[in-house]
């Protein structure tokens, strides 16, 4: 057996006849008796549920949807000609006896012959996708951007323990993470089809067969949910409010952070800290890898290394560094052992068949694993990380090893709910459960809180308790280029907040490569310097003063641009609009199909990072400087680009050249740019005072900014304001105005306009809430200082 493989189409079985019932259709044949129900979920969204007489569990065991919409409005099916007919709101649905057509917002999907089909508890739906030019979406996956001709093995594993040694391939499938989503394109019109079933599945957009796009289920029942376009954007969101959308993180988590598997003593952390502030780089949280532990026995530390704990992160948090521990899910299988006796004592692990606490080999050695489906087994877990996370004042936790990793004891003997339910039910589901069961600590700890936490595994929902980082990659140059489409797709999976290991985690980084990492991914949603035990140091400073200073302009961007990036987490929680984007979430054309080395942050900025070295590319040397060139696509308008301080007419592609201090970075004409301006001190950020960047060359710009505390989840509630920004030149005359509304006192804010690329610009008319001034613009305001993206920080 190897990883993707596909049980042949011509092995399923395929109904030949079709019975028409009041709430169902059932499609009957030899070996094969499916039952298809149909309904509406919310506008346009529907639902088809199929039942497989062969599948021995019938219960849908997916906590992916919400649970507001698990009932849907049932649509009965009626008979035409030989055809069921489901008419729902969001679409139509003709079912033959193996044949399905479906249509939604202008997409018609039609199977190919003998496309509907079951083999035992196995499913198969295959399309005919001929005139499909674009798919994307499958979760968190390797490889390009779109999926036309790739599959996708829907199955949670440690990808370095299945592919070992094999840091120099961008192909790895499956990932820790499975989300059957998949969005295809068909012109300009888009269709997201999300396959609800927690079992393996698998996903093949024309690499079996060409032309045709399978699923097929290995076991359990399917629900497809349909999420219609027309446009990428509402398939996104549609499939985000099916799903879930992030909560909004502390603003800490936004920031830098620093981690290595191998920091190990106290004074290590207090150098670190040290460290950054000497190099002049803020940094929001420091890591604590499994080293901490007492002899990785969880929920420990190692009293010599670390005797407490506790007033470390206290004087860590004094200067603005924040603290976040890794949590395994594996308890060290020893009596005596606190952690394990009340888990023992509560019956919270998972069982064998017979009812044996399943025994897995991993770091502690002996290992059992909480089932954490079980809610008792949540609450347990909750108290035990709560307790924790007080006790060492501790911010976040790093959920690991959770896709589950069972070391040299296969997971297929772990079961669920006391040996009840097979392992295949909930293995891809496991960290979803952990990271449920996490956020419950977080909600005993402080309730109003916003807690912040990181898994590796996932699936469809997950990102309604925790961010997710891409897993173990390596310090080469494949990896950094395959960073961007990696997290580009799993953004558009419902996965708005997650991020690579910047500088690579396996083997050594060089200085070139840790730089232009920092530049390419210092804009993700989540950024976090992470590297293996034994390999390279890499935090900033470990390559000489060419290249910190390079990263140190990267990282303090960031900070700089962080009243945006919170911007875009405060929309996709509103929206469900991705943080990063993919071009052809805003652009269309047939040259933004293909296109995964530049990405959107917002709708506003563009970044098109050198994602090569020196002497693998294009490059050339001007007034004596080494620089790396590339192309990049502007969409039509004009981009002010921020590495220049030039504005450029787009519509075309232009050959950009770049030093190693230099991020290719434009801004759209029409854009508002929040941006922090005050001190840069690690985590600590006064954000009552807000600059506004603007860049009105041709058109209105414009922004929804939104306020609120920052700090709580009053926002939750609706106690929110929004403050609508709009600004343009008149002759010159800058006019901004500012108009604030909502749950939220007004005026709390105040916020300072700068504008871009605009000589002529000579007096600024603001009116904000209805009171306007008129005052001459400062030089500093007339024209931004980049020449250089260093200066810019
Ligand atoms: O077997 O905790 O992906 O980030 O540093 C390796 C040690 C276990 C895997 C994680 C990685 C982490 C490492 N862990």
Known sequence: ????????????????????????????????????????????????????????????????????????????????AETAVFVAEAGRIELGAATLRLELAGFALTTVAAGVGACGEALLLDFAIAAVDGCYGFGERTKRLNKLG??????????????????????????YVAIPF???????????????????????AGKFQPGEFGYQALGGNTDLYLLAGPSLPEVVRRYAALTGRAPLPPLWALGYHQCRWGYQYEAEFRELAAQFAAADIPVSALWYDIDYMDDNRLFTWDQVDFPDPAALNRDLKAVGIRAVTIVDPGVKREPGYAVYDSGRQQRVFCQTASGREYVGKVWPGDTVFPDFTLETTRAWWAGWLAGFLRAS???????????????????????????????DRYHNQYAHYMAMASRQACDQLDPNGRPFLLTRSACAGTQRYSAVWTGDNASTWKHLRMALPCSLNLSLSGVAFNGPDAGGFMDDTNAELLTRWHQACGLFPFFRNHSAKHSRFQEPWQFGPGPLAAIRGAIRTRYRLLPYLYQCFFAHWREGDPIIRPLLYHYAGPEYVHLDDQYLVGDALLVAPILHGEGQGPEIVRNGVKMQERSVLLPPGWWFDLNRGEWVEGGRVIPYAAALDELPLFARDGAVLPYYAGPLRNSFMDLSAIELHLFCRERLAQFSYFLDDRETRRYATGAYGIARIAAEIQGERLRVVIAESGDYPTNTV??????????????LELTVNGRATIRPLHAEQREWLCRKWAVLA
């Not at 998949?182 to 698998?202: Q, S, T, V, W, Y």
């Open 1 to 80: 057996m190897f990883f993707g493989q596909k049980i042949h189409p011509l092995n399923f079985d395929v109904p030949d006849t079709l019975i028409v019932e009041s709430d169902k259709v059932e499609l009957a044949g030899p070996g094969v008796r499916l039952g298809v129900r149909a309904a509406d979920v919310f506008p346009g969204c529907l639902r088809l549920r199929f039942a497989n007489a062969a599948v021995t569990d019938p219960r849908q065991h997916s906590d992916a949807v919400l649970p507001d919409w698990r009932a849907g409005r049932p649509v009965a099916p009626r008979l035409e």
């Open 150 to 175: 790739d599959s996708a093995d829907c199955l949670t594993v440690d990808v370095v323990a299945v592919f070992r040694h094999t840091y120099a391939r961008d192909d790895y499938d499956p990932t």
């Open 182 to 204: 998949a969005i295809l394109k068909n012109g300009e019109r888009f269709l997201g089809l999300f396959f609800d079933n927690p079992g393996r599945a698998i996903l093949d």
């Open 393 to 423: 004042a501790v911010d976040g936790a790093w959920l690991d090893m959770n896709d589950p990793a069972t070391g040299y004891s296969r997971t297929q003997e772990m079961r669920f709910q006391h040996g009840a339910i097979p392992h």
């Open 750 to 763: 105040s916020f300072t306009p700068v504008v871009y690329g605009c000589p002529e610009a000579r007096e």
